[in-house]
């Protein structure tokens, strides 16, 4: 019961909080803002949008290969269409469940190539580790052309203005005592539950594993060029979406650069990035256009959010539920053994 309540939570507070944030930015919007939002969502150039996807659909070609580069060092050979499908898998379980898309991506490897499921757990975690590596460097590279621009926009996205007389939410005093309350519980389970702490351990050796396999791999250097190119389509796939709309068309580098990272930063605040996504894009986009198009920026901006985000999740459900289908499961007991790894 208790661990059903748990999972229920897990899933309905990250929705929770996305369809706030998708309420909070519409109802920020003024009159003005509101009619800008509609007209640009109505007028934008879809062809520019529609050349985006292929880009994405590069970045998840280019992932399903690269995954190849962590498993074949800890004896494992495997096909680039069953990689592929497992990992669309994933990316559709993450969108209902946050998290739960790396476990969904390791069973469906297991189910078709009969991976250990720890073992594709951890090469999982280690792409976390090298993703979070080029998303470091993507920031250093936006510090060093643009780091006044970063730190104010950070600075209005962490202390929102507020009307006079008004409060306004306390993201960092909520996110904080989130926090401090996971770290107390990690640390009450670790002294009073062994098996929590054993799982735990088994865990870190797995990632450890995971991470320093690339080390063992013959060809490090075709890793390293397709952690590359993913993050390459990643960005040139968000940039090219700014030529949809007259206003964003010439968009300053340094701009689609701090937007591209307030984007990431919302896919992990919430499901998929259901509605910081677009909340966060248009705050950046009303940084650099609001003196220009004036209280119509913030509706140009999120607008524009909304497009990114909309077409990629929408890709990304297709493209997952056809993998879900056609995916081969020829090993049997996978939630079991799953279930026994962990």
Not at 10 to 17: E, R, T
Not at 149 to 174: H, Q, R, T
Not at 178 to 199: C, I, M, T, Y
């Amino acid at each position: 019961m208790k661990k059903s309540i748990t999972q229920i939570i897990k899933v309905v507070l990250p929705l929770l909080i996305g369809i706030y944030l998708m309420w909070y930015f519409y109802d920020a919007m003024d009159e003005q803002a509101k009619a800008q939002f509609y007209r640009v969502i109505e007028e934008a150039d879809y062809f520019w949008i529609i050349l985006s996807l292929f880009f994405g659909i590069a970045s998840h070609l280019s992932r399903a290969w690269r995954q190849k580069y962590l498993l074949e060092p800890i004896g494992y050979t495997t096909k680039f269409s069953n990689r592929y499908h497992s990992m669309m898998i994933g990316y559709l379980i993450n969108l209902l469940i946050p998290r739960a898309g790396e476990a969904a991506r390791a069973g469906a490897l297991y189910s078709s190539e009969n991976v250990p499921f720890s073992k594709t757990f951890g090469a999982i975690i280690a792409e976390r580790v090298f993703d979070l590596v080029m998303l470091g460097i993507v920031v250093l590279i936006t510090l060093s052309i643009s780091g006044d621009e970063l730190m104010i926009i950070k600075n209005s996205i962490v202390n929102p203005p507020v009307a006079e007389g008004e409060k306004g939410f306390p993201w960092m005093m909520v996110l904080g005592g989130a926090a401090l309350l996971g770290l107390l519980v990690f640390v009450v389970l670790w002294f009073k539950n062994e098996k929590f702490k054993n799982k735990f351990v088994n865990f870190v050796k797995e990632v450890i594993t995971g991470v320093f396999g690339i080390f063992k791999s013959k060809n490090p250097g075709a890793f390293i060029l397709h952690t590359l190119l993913i993050w390459i389509n990643y960005i040139v796939f968000f940039a090219i979406c700014f030529y949809a709309l007259p206003e964003t068309s010439n968009f300053p580098m340094s701009g689609l650069l701090i937007g591209f990272i307030a984007g990431t930063v919302g896919i992990a605040f919430t499901n998929g990035g259901i509605g910081a996504y677009p909340l966060l894009v248009g705050i950046v986009v009303n940084f650099y256009l609001g003196q220009q198009l004036g209280d119509s920026a913030k509706g140009v901006g999120e607008a524009l959010g909304m497009l990114i985000w909309s077409s990629q999740t929408l890709m990304m459900i297709i493209l997952g539920l056809i993998s879900f289908i056609i995916i081969p499961r020829k090993f049997k007991k996978v939630e079991q053994d799953a279930r026994n790894e962990r």
